[in-house]
């Protein structure tokens, strides 16, 4: 039986949460435009698309590689030294965008941005396990499924945002207000002291070995967020390619929408509910939906059928994340959280990367429908791994004190 959860108001109301929250929601959106932002600003400029993909490119391998040594940081030294220093690089980096010269230069610079974006939703979300640590820990299912519906809504704007100010001519401006969007919405999570996590020199217990996080659990959720991220690249290649190859071009986007909606509708009632059953197997289920699912995709004889399996299978999306999210929390030292939740994320965007490729050559090779059976192969990868973290889990729920897991 589902028990009700607290709520998202009683959690804002809680003392500083609500203003860490839409700091870094704001900065979020911020991020959701960057990369497509670059796209529009150099295509415009040099008429290039190569040049565009490029600076694009380097923007994101930057921010998967560099991203989770910036949170190292983060952890290492705290939140509020460390964040002023990034967001004043990646506004200098812009800038250097911007006023570019040569497309080397703009390549060059946006590279640099992306290596010193701050990863505001991890830093949101570690302040969330921070302040919810202890009595509240029953409320971090809530506390991450808002963090999900930030992020949804971000990368549902952001593109958006961008879009409409490069279609009207204008995307220089497209980029400047992504810029002001992370360095306000940075510079105002900065400035809260209150709810940052302490540094890492501030937790006195912990041994060495238990802050590391090259441990069987958490490398497997690593893998957990390589394989949705498996999915998402498929999906964002693929969709668009059955709409175009069956003669429908324009229901791409209605279906991308749908989609959009139908999680952001399963993530909210997610966070209101309390599934009593423990957080891993809670996973097993979701990805097994997933899985069942999204075999209906690469079936679909319409648009109208692959939107419908569409938002079928999106709904299993905010859980399985907000489950990730939990479960690395309790998996990990909290003295390197910022850390784990970055390397998720950089795990998460190569399986994007390296599906949106294979997706491609598939569809070009043997059609649109053979690109979307990559993502019930995404979805069998993410069960699996979720079979061998709850019984991980399990185990180490047996071993008896004192022994290693």
Known sequence: MLRAATGYRPLLRTPGAAAFFLAAAVGRVGIAMTGLGLVWLLHARTGSYGTAGLAAAGFSLAEALVGPQLARLVDRFGQTRVLPCALAAHGAAIAAVLVSATPTAAITAATCAGAVLPQLGALSGARWA???????????????SLESLANATAFLLGPVLVASLGALGNPALASALAAALILGGGSALAAQGRTAPPPARAHAEGTRTERTLLRPTFLLLALLNLAIGLYFGTMGVSVSS?????GTPGAAAPIIAAASLSGLLAGWLYGLLRPPAPADRQLVVATAYLTGTSLLLPLAPSAVWLGAAVVATEAAIPPTLVLQSLLTERSVHPAVLTQAFAWNNSASAAGSALAASLAGHATDTWGASAALAQAPAAGLLLLTLALALSHTTRRRNETPTGQAP
């Open 130 to 144: 921070h302040l919810l640590r202890g009595e509240r820990a029953d409320e971090l299912p809530t506390a991450f």
């Open 242 to 246: 059955f709409a175009i190859s069956n």
